[in-house]
Protein backbone atom coordinates (compact mmCIF):
# COMPACT_ATOMS: atom_id res chain seq x y z
CA UNK A 1 0.00 0.00 0.00
CA UNK A 2 2.87 2.16 0.91
CA UNK A 3 4.70 1.80 -2.32
CA UNK A 4 1.41 2.41 -4.31
CA UNK A 5 0.73 5.38 -2.49
CA UNK A 6 4.09 7.14 -3.07
CA UNK A 7 4.02 6.10 -6.50
CA UNK A 8 0.40 8.00 -7.34
CA UNK A 9 1.95 11.07 -5.54
CA UNK A 10 5.23 10.67 -7.88
CA UNK A 11 2.62 10.55 -11.18
CA UNK A 12 0.36 13.45 -9.46
CA UNK A 13 3.74 15.50 -9.37
CA UNK A 14 4.60 14.97 -12.64
CA UNK A 15 1.14 15.61 -14.30
CA UNK A 16 1.15 19.21 -12.42
CA UNK A 17 4.16 19.71 -13.32
CA UNK A 18 3.93 18.82 -17.46
CA UNK A 19 0.82 21.39 -16.86
CA UNK A 20 2.80 24.04 -16.10
CA UNK A 21 5.57 23.61 -18.34
CA UNK A 22 2.63 23.40 -21.21
CA UNK A 23 -0.01 25.94 -20.51
CA UNK A 24 2.79 28.85 -19.24
CA UNK A 25 -0.03 31.06 -19.80
CA UNK A 26 -1.92 29.68 -17.00
CA UNK A 27 0.68 30.68 -14.09
CA UNK A 28 0.95 33.43 -12.61
CA UNK A 29 4.68 35.12 -12.53
CA UNK A 30 3.53 37.98 -10.04
CA UNK A 31 3.29 36.32 -6.44
CA UNK A 32 4.94 38.36 -4.06
CA UNK A 33 5.88 38.02 -0.19
CA UNK A 34 6.78 40.88 1.73
CA UNK A 35 7.32 41.09 5.91
CA UNK A 36 8.54 44.19 7.88
CA UNK A 37 6.65 46.40 10.47
CA UNK A 38 3.80 48.05 10.90
CA UNK A 39 1.50 50.63 12.76
CA UNK A 40 -2.06 50.67 13.48
CA UNK A 41 -3.83 54.05 14.92
CA UNK A 42 -7.24 54.31 15.61
CA UNK A 43 -9.46 57.51 16.31
CA UNK A 44 -11.41 57.61 18.90
CA UNK A 45 -9.76 54.37 20.59
CA UNK A 46 -11.45 51.59 20.98
CA UNK A 47 -12.57 50.46 24.31
CA UNK A 48 -14.71 47.49 26.02
CA UNK A 49 -17.53 49.77 24.40
CA UNK A 50 -17.89 49.08 20.44
CA UNK A 51 -18.01 51.83 18.41
CA UNK A 52 -17.91 53.40 14.79
CA UNK A 53 -13.65 53.95 14.51
CA UNK A 54 -11.53 55.31 11.81
CA UNK A 55 -8.77 52.78 11.76
CA UNK A 56 -5.25 53.82 9.24
CA UNK A 57 -2.39 51.78 8.72
CA UNK A 58 1.26 52.33 7.63
CA UNK A 59 3.60 49.50 7.68
CA UNK A 60 7.34 49.14 5.62
CA UNK A 61 7.76 46.23 3.91
CA UNK A 62 10.80 44.08 2.08
CA UNK A 63 13.06 43.21 0.34
CA UNK A 64 9.98 40.98 -0.80
CA UNK A 65 10.26 37.33 -2.27
CA UNK A 66 9.27 36.33 -5.29
CA UNK A 67 8.82 38.04 -8.56
CA UNK A 68 9.60 40.51 -9.96
CA UNK A 69 12.56 40.81 -7.92
CA UNK A 70 14.15 43.48 -5.56
CA UNK A 71 10.76 45.01 -4.80
CA UNK A 72 10.55 46.52 -1.24
CA UNK A 73 7.30 48.58 -0.14
CA UNK A 74 5.54 51.56 1.81
CA UNK A 75 1.35 50.28 2.52
CA UNK A 76 -0.94 52.78 3.98
CA UNK A 77 -4.87 51.91 4.53
CA UNK A 78 -7.63 53.66 5.72
CA UNK A 79 -11.00 51.96 6.57
CA UNK A 80 -13.81 52.12 9.17
CA UNK A 81 -16.06 49.84 11.20
CA UNK A 82 -17.62 49.54 14.50
CA UNK A 83 -14.56 48.16 16.72
CA UNK A 84 -14.41 47.38 20.41
CA UNK A 85 -11.98 45.29 22.50
CA UNK A 86 -13.66 41.95 21.82
CA UNK A 87 -13.43 40.66 18.72
CA UNK A 88 -16.22 41.35 16.65
CA UNK A 89 -16.90 39.73 13.40
CA UNK A 90 -16.45 41.47 10.11
CA UNK A 91 -15.80 44.82 12.06
CA UNK A 92 -14.39 46.71 8.96
CA UNK A 93 -16.86 47.97 7.35
CA UNK A 94 -14.51 49.27 4.03
CA UNK A 95 -11.65 50.92 3.05
CA UNK A 96 -8.56 51.64 0.60
CA UNK A 97 -5.05 51.00 0.65
CA UNK A 98 -2.27 52.50 -1.28
CA UNK A 99 1.16 50.45 -1.53
CA UNK A 100 4.13 52.48 -3.46
CA UNK A 101 6.46 50.50 -5.04
CA UNK A 102 10.21 51.49 -4.27
CA UNK A 103 10.19 50.96 -8.43
CA UNK A 104 8.35 54.07 -8.41
CA UNK A 105 5.28 52.21 -9.04
CA UNK A 106 1.30 51.93 -6.85
CA UNK A 107 -1.14 49.86 -6.56
CA UNK A 108 -4.63 50.60 -5.49
CA UNK A 109 -6.67 48.39 -3.80
CA UNK A 110 -9.77 48.14 -1.82
CA UNK A 111 -10.86 46.28 1.39
CA UNK A 112 -12.77 42.69 0.71
CA UNK A 113 -12.56 41.10 3.87
CA UNK A 114 -10.87 40.65 7.73
CA UNK A 115 -10.75 37.92 9.64
CA UNK A 116 -9.04 38.51 13.34
CA UNK A 117 -7.86 36.20 15.54
CA UNK A 118 -6.60 36.34 19.51
CA UNK A 119 -3.61 34.45 20.26
CA UNK A 120 -3.23 32.48 23.60
CA UNK A 121 -0.85 36.25 24.58
CA UNK A 122 -3.55 38.33 23.88
CA UNK A 123 -1.95 39.75 20.95
CA UNK A 124 -4.38 39.99 17.56
CA UNK A 125 -3.68 38.58 14.36
CA UNK A 126 -5.89 40.02 11.63
CA UNK A 127 -5.84 38.63 7.68
CA UNK A 128 -7.55 41.39 5.67
CA UNK A 129 -7.76 40.55 1.66
CA UNK A 130 -8.23 43.38 -0.61
CA UNK A 131 -8.93 43.49 -4.31
CA UNK A 132 -6.03 45.46 -6.40
CA UNK A 133 -7.97 47.80 -8.53
CA UNK A 134 -5.34 49.98 -10.27
CA UNK A 135 -1.76 50.05 -10.71
CA UNK A 136 1.13 47.53 -10.46
CA UNK A 137 -0.30 43.95 -10.18
CA UNK A 138 -3.75 44.92 -11.56
CA UNK A 139 -6.94 43.01 -10.27
CA UNK A 140 -5.00 40.69 -8.30
CA UNK A 141 -5.64 39.72 -4.52
CA UNK A 142 -3.56 41.58 -2.08
CA UNK A 143 -3.69 39.92 1.44
CA UNK A 144 -2.32 41.22 4.70
CA UNK A 145 -1.34 39.69 8.05
CA UNK A 146 -1.39 42.13 10.82
CA UNK A 147 0.22 41.01 14.03
CA UNK A 148 -1.18 43.33 16.62
CA UNK A 149 1.08 43.04 19.64
CA UNK A 150 -0.71 44.04 23.13
CA UNK A 151 1.66 45.90 25.26
CA UNK A 152 -1.10 47.28 27.11
CA UNK A 153 -4.05 45.23 28.31
CA UNK A 154 -5.49 47.85 30.80
CA UNK A 155 -6.20 50.13 28.00
CA UNK A 156 -9.47 48.81 27.08
CA UNK A 157 -11.12 50.07 30.14
CA UNK A 158 -9.71 53.36 30.27
CA UNK A 159 -11.73 56.55 28.15
CA UNK A 160 -9.34 56.77 25.86
CA UNK A 161 -9.02 53.32 25.16
CA UNK A 162 -5.99 51.40 22.65
CA UNK A 163 -5.38 54.31 20.20
CA UNK A 164 -2.27 52.61 18.60
CA UNK A 165 -0.46 48.91 18.16
CA UNK A 166 2.21 48.01 16.05
CA UNK A 167 3.84 44.76 15.38
CA UNK A 168 4.82 42.29 12.89
CA UNK A 169 3.43 43.00 9.10
CA UNK A 170 3.31 40.42 5.98
CA UNK A 171 1.75 41.68 2.52
CA UNK A 172 1.60 39.38 -0.27
CA UNK A 173 0.30 39.40 -3.26
CA UNK A 174 -1.55 36.83 -4.71
CA UNK A 175 -1.86 35.30 -8.63
CA UNK A 176 -5.20 36.31 -10.34
Not at 19 to 24: D, G, N, S, T, Y
Not at 94 to 103: E, I
Request: net charge neutral; proline share 5%.
Amino acid sequence: MKAYSQHLLVRVFFVLSGLLCVLPGLAQAAVLTCEGTGMLTYSPGFTNTPQLITVKGDAIVGPCVGLPAGLAAKWHFEGQGTLGCQLLPNAVAGGYGTVSWNDGTTSMANFVSALTTRTITGDLVTVSTLKIVSGKFDQQTLNITATLLQTDALACFTPQGVTSVTGPFELSVLPL
